[in-house]
C-alpha cells in the first residue's frame, strides 16, 4: 500500500469476530468494485490470494484515481 498517493478510509465495527475487505469502488460505475481480503489496516497478504486475484490487486492499485477510488477498508461481520 505504500504507493498509494490517497489515504485509506475506513468503515469498522466493534464486535469481535470481523473480517476485512479492502474495496476500489469504480468511480465510473457505482454498482462495480475491487474487493479483496486483508487485515484491520488494509493490508493484503498476496500470498493468499489466487493469481487471477493477485493480477487483479495489482492492476487496481495502478488503476487508483483514473479508474477506482481510493481503496478503503470495510468490515464485515464473520458469517
Known amino acids: 500500500m ?3 498517493l490517497c489515504p485509506l478510509s475506513m468503515s469498522t465495527d466493534s ?3 470481523v473480517r ?3 474495496r476500489f469502488q469504480s468511480l465510473s460505475n457505482a454498482g462495480r468494485a475491487y474487493v479483496f ?5 488494509g493490508n ?3 500470498d493468499a490470494l489466487s493469481d487471477k486475484a493477485r493480477m487483479n490487486y ?6 487508483v484515481g ?5 481503496p ?7 458469517h
Open 2 to 4: 505504500d504507493s498509494l
Open 15 to 17: 464486535s469481535p469476530a
Open 20 to 22: 476485512y475487505e479492502l
Open 37 to 41: 481480503p486483508c487485515d484491520a489496516d
Open 44 to 46: 493484503v497478504d498476496l
Open 58 to 63: 495489482l492492476h487496481a492499485r495502478t488503476v
Open 66 to 70: 483514473r479508474d477506482l477510488s481510493c
Open 72 to 78: 478503503a477498508v470495510v468490515a464485515n461481520p464473520a
